[in-house]
């Protein structure tokens, strides 16, 4: 018997998929721009955010399976799947966060985090075996295997890689298609088989307050850390002075003569102050709006990131990367990793930015530049 779906769950299990994919590349684009607990913390919740769409979209998907008899799911496979799922995609993308996101370091994490996703997928359907008998055709294998490999490259590039502009709608739905395709493309592979002293489906094997419980938990953190994403990210729990502390300050760059502005809105803790541009280190775009980093915080920008450009003095404040600028007096050192360049920037907390490939020589020649005159 070839599994038929009921559609409205198939809707569903595509909504989940979006839903997680939409906050995980959320979460995971401030990565870059943040340093210490949050980085991890954004680390973490990215990689749990997108697990856990990945997950629940398998789950559900394989509840929308109509089947003739009923269905009891075996608890150690079905939890033990979640935990792959987790474990993958976030060594995944740690692996990648971990460092300048080269494609070569995307690529090989792909292929760690889709044969992981499609582990996962084939351990949750044995957890179907207490109930019906399953063959599996080695082609849709193999195609699913391909495009989990892929999906999994599309997520870790729209969330680290180059591909990480723009607004996150857009790659959010990319993303959540290939993760669905992974799992029906398996699904199509698939042929049930009853057992023989299998009983006609009569009530579900799931009872309904159990089912509830697990889809109400499931659906308030997703719910949960989805409102969280449309905070900006300047919004924390502890509020900083928008001037550095005088005694551990690194001296501030005079502000430039002409038309260049003095000072760039910020937000944080819902207080909309300016800063100093000469405490300004680096910019880093999030969709329509930008981040300014002081050496110490991160504060939300209501500005694109060309429109703050177009305000800084050139001379200072160069463009590095479609998604950065920099402050040349404050880069400590530019570094090539793998194939992908980096700059590490003079502050209190560890920041890096990255250097498009066509920019490098570019750069370096404006760094001597910047020096020779210093002296």
């Not at 993760?179 to 023989?196: C, D, R």
């Not at 066509?358 to 910047?370: A, C, P, T, Y």
Request: hydrophobic residues 55%; contains cysteine.
């Amino acid at each position: 018997m070839n599994p038929s779906h009921e559609p409205w769950l198939v809707a569903l299990s595509l909504f989940v998929a979006f839903q997680g994919s939409y906050v995980g590349l959320h979460l995971a684009r401030q990565v870059e721009a943040a340093g210490g607990l949050r980085r991890r913390a954004l680390i973490g919740a990215s990689a749990l955010s997108l697990a856990l769409g990945i997950w629940t979209m398998h789950f559900v998907g394989i509840l929308a399976v109509r089947l003739p008899v009923a269905v009891d799911f075996l608890v150690l496979p079905t939890l033990l799947s979640f935990l792959i799922c987790v474990l993958v995609v976030g060594f995944a993308v740690f692996a990648v966060s971990a460092g300048a996101p080269s494609r070569t370091r995307i690529a090989l994490a792909a292929v760690f985090m889709g044969a992981g996703i499609v582990a996962m997928h084939y351990l949750g359907m044995y957890a179907l075996h207490a109930s019906l008998h399953m063959t599996h055709d080695p082609r849709w294998v193999a195609a699913s295997i391909l495009v989990g490999v892929a999906s999994s490259g599309i997520a870790l590039w729209l969330g680290f890689g180059e591909g990480a502009k723009g607004p996150v709608l857009v790659p959010a739905v990319l993303m959540g298609l290939a993760i669905s395709a992974m799992h029906y493309s398996a699904m199509a592979g698939v042929t049930f088989q009853t057992h023989e002293m299998a009983m006609p489906m009569e009530m579900p094997a799931f009872s309904p307050g159990l089912l509830a419980i697990v889809v109400s938990v499931v659906a308030f953190v997703v719910s949960g850390l989805f409102l969280l994403t449309l905070i900006p990210e300047g919004q924390g729990a502890h509020a900083a002075a928008i001037e550095p502390n005088p005694a551990t300050e690194i001296a501030p760059v005079p502000p430039a003569s002409g038309s260049y502005v003095r000072t760039l809105p910020v937000e944080r803790d819902g207080l909309h102050r300016h800063l100093d541009v000469g405490h300004l280190v680096a910019v880093q775009a999030q969709a329509h709006y930008s981040q300014l980093f002081d050496g110490d915080t991160t504060w939300f920008c209501p500005l694109s990131i060309s429109e703050v450009e177009a305000g800084l003095d050139p001379a200072v404040f160069v463009r590095v990367h479609r998604s950065h600028i920099v402050n040349l007096d404050r880069v400590s050192s530019l570094k090539n990793v793998a194939d992908a360049a980096a700059v590490a920037m003079m502050a209190h907390t560890p920041y890096r930015a990255p250097v498009s490939r066509s920019r490098r020589r570019w750069l370096r020649q404006r760094l001597e530049e910047r020096l020779h005159l210093a002296e």
